[in-house]
């Protein structure tokens, strides 16, 4: 009769064992959430009553195009990356997800972010607000239900 005796590992060694795998978890949690689901905080309340401010979401990554990793998590150092293609273009009414750009006066933004939005045109679409009223292609675009109209003199900023 063989015994398989396996040497009882110390404290320490345990210890070491996990911290080795801990550089390989953060890896791999870092790539799934670059490229096939991402987390994150919703950081405004522009589409309250739909999405409320700090509410955490997921999101699929791979309908408009998955990316390589673009930040550090928790220190948000931002790292260069690469946008792979997508299966689908943005369409009128979708909720997107993006990289908030920076005010228009700003070259850079002030801090890395994301930002949740709904789509109201697209590529070649010519959108124009007046009186409060969307406007995409010369045609009124009605709010969606609970949609809101928040209105800011960029020219004041």
């Given amino acids: ?3 398989n005796k396996e040497k009882k590992k110390t404290l320490m060694e345990e210890f070491w064992d996990t911290l080795k795998i801990l550089p390989q978890a953060f890896l791999f949690v870092l790539i799934i959430n670059g490229v096939a689901i991402a987390s994150f905080v919703v950081p405004t309340g522009s589409m309250e009553d739909t999405v409320m401010t700090g509410d955490f979401l997921f999101v699929n990554r791979f309908i408009y195009g998955p990316t390589t990793p673009q930040i550090i998590p928790i220190v948000n150092i931002e790292l260069p990356y690469y946008k792979f293609p997508g299966f689908w273009e943005p369409e009128k009414n979708d909720v997107i ?32 607000v007046r009186n409060k009223e969307v406007y995409v292609n010369g045609k009124h675009f009605p709010l969606p239900e609970k949609g809101k109209h928040i209105y800011k003199d960029l020219n004041r900023m």
């Fill in 97 to 128: 997800v993006f990289v908030f750009p920076g005010n228009y006066s700003k070259k850079d933004p002030d801090q890395f972010q994301y930002y949740l939005k709904r789509c109201v045109a697209v590529a070649g679409d010519t959108l124009e």
């Fill in 1 to 3: 009769m063989i015994k």
